[in-house]
């Protein structure tokens, strides 16, 4: 998909978060891990609500990374009951407000419970047109693309003997949530200023935001902050400032 210089203006039509920083919140606390997990669903839907109310159009959060099987196992245990749970209980609201839910990664590995779920609230809400939700779970950037890759060769192995076929379209129109356009602006919550294999296609021209907050304790107000951020930034997309400028869009 195409992508617009811009510079001020109206929200980021994407917006992608890695919310990180439950642990950290928790330990801090004297609390269980698991109870920062639980704690931070609160903060996604304060910033489901918001981004909505901001006209952010798409909005991805990275929920469970394939590298977080790592983790012990309790944690992970913990992980997939909210998971479970979370799918259940919000689905219903986010119908009424008009929310896609859509749900990105390798399914496979979860229980067969949580794969009805996934399916039972994409379709409760298939019909939301305020902003599309993505719940990246038991997803990385990388095996994004591989599977975008072998996907493309599923669907015609002639291509391996054709290489120039392959294009940014068509790897773009393979990958997990092909539904999205480009990101627009990413956050990563708890401080760090990485992106740990996160949509890493998708975010080629993103602009990164680090906010020192936890996620637990990120709010609508944090999230304003970034947009405010990102309202100040010049997209160049690999022009000078004078050419956004004589394009129309510096100003």
Not at 129 to 157: H, Q, S
């Amino acid at each position: 998909m195409s992508q617009t210089n811009q510079k001020g203006g109206g929200a980021p039509c994407h917006v992608a978060i890695i919310m990180d920083g439950n642990g950290r919140w928790a330990q801090r606390r004297f609390l269980p891990r698991a109870e920062g997990h639980r704690r931070g669903v609160r903060s996604v839907r304060r910033v489901i609500e918001a981004a909505a109310q901001s006209g952010v159009r798409y909005l991805s959060l990275f929920a469970f990374s394939s590298e977080n099987w790592k983790r012990p196992a309790d944690e992970v245990n913990a992980l997939m009951g909210l998971f479970a749970t979370a799918l259940k209980k919000e689905a219903q609201a986010m119908r009424e407000n008009g929310v896609k839910l859509r749900v990105a990664g390798d399914l496979s590995a979860f229980s067969k419970d949580i794969q009805e779920s996934v399916k039972e609230s994409e379709a409760m809400t298939a019909h939301g047109e305020t902003m599309t939700l993505t719940i990246c779970a038991n997803y990385g950037g990388r095996w994004d693309i591989v599977e975008a890759f072998r996907n493309i060769l599923r669907k015609d192995p002639s291509i391996a003997q054709e290489p120039e076929r392959v294009t940014e379209a068509l790897v773009d129109a393979n990958l997990a949530f092909d539904w999205a356009p480009p990101v627009d602006l990413m956050i990563r919550t708890g401080g760090e200023q990485r992106i740990s294999n996160f949509i890493l296609w998708q975010a080629a021209y993103a602009e990164l935001y680090a906010s020192p907050r936890l996620w637990p304790d990120f709010d609508e107000n944090d999230l304003k902050e970034a947009l405010d951020w990102y309202a100040g930034r010049e997209r160049r997309f690999g022009m000078t400032g004078e050419q956004i400028k004589a394009l129309g869009h510096g100003e």
